[in-house]
């Protein structure tokens, strides 16, 4: 498990970190794991990261919608937000997004916690923490060696 942390004082560094990541995950794909309170800046990065990619439509909180889904990049993105989904419809929601999935993807999840162990192993999670006024700190652990690799290769 690797570990790098990046506080971003203002938005513009968010975005900043965002394309650093995005270059590290528009090819082969990967799973993400958001966590943090609301307003932390989860949808805020995944933004950055959509419209780093080539994502043309407008991304929006899947809050109420669980799912939004973009195919106008190289390769699909997968936003899901959890946090008004009951216990089965987790396990609905990941088994149906397993059989469309065989291909590469970039998959986001906020509000991971409800996800039941859900998710594969290899994976990278973002934790997202409020520290002012615009001032957000991210912190990335990549579990398994790619995701460890791409957490590795922030630093740089
Ligand atoms: N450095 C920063 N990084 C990310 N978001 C920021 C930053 N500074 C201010 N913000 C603002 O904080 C809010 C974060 O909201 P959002 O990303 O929707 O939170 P979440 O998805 O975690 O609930 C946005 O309005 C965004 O513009
Ligand atoms: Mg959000």
């Not at 794991?33 to 995944?46: S, W």
Request: some cysteine.
């Amino acid at each position: 498990m690797t570990k790098y942390e990046k506080v971003c004082k203002t938005l513009e560094d968010t975005k900043k970190l965002a394309q650093k990541f995005a270059k590290l995950i528009e090819n082969d794909g990967c799973f993400i794991n958001l966590y943090g309170e609301i307003g932390a800046g989860k949808t805020a990065f995944v933004k950055e990261v959509a419209a780093s990619i080539g994502i043309t439509e407008k991304v929006t909180s899947p809050s109420f919608v669980i799912l939004n889904e973009y195919h106008s990049a190289k390769i699909p993105v997968y936003h899901f937000d959890l946090y008004r989904l009951e216990n089965e419809g987790v396990k609905t929601i990941f088994e149906e997004l397993r059989e469309y999935s065989e291909g590469k993807q970039i998959t986001f999840v906020e509000w991971a916690e409800f996800s039941q162990n859900q998710v594969p192993f290899n994976h990278i999670k973002i934790n997202v923490t409020y520290e002012d006024d615009d001032s957000r700190k991210y912190t990335f652990e990549g579990f398994g060696d790619e995701c460890s690799k791409i957490v590795e290769e922030l630093e740089n």
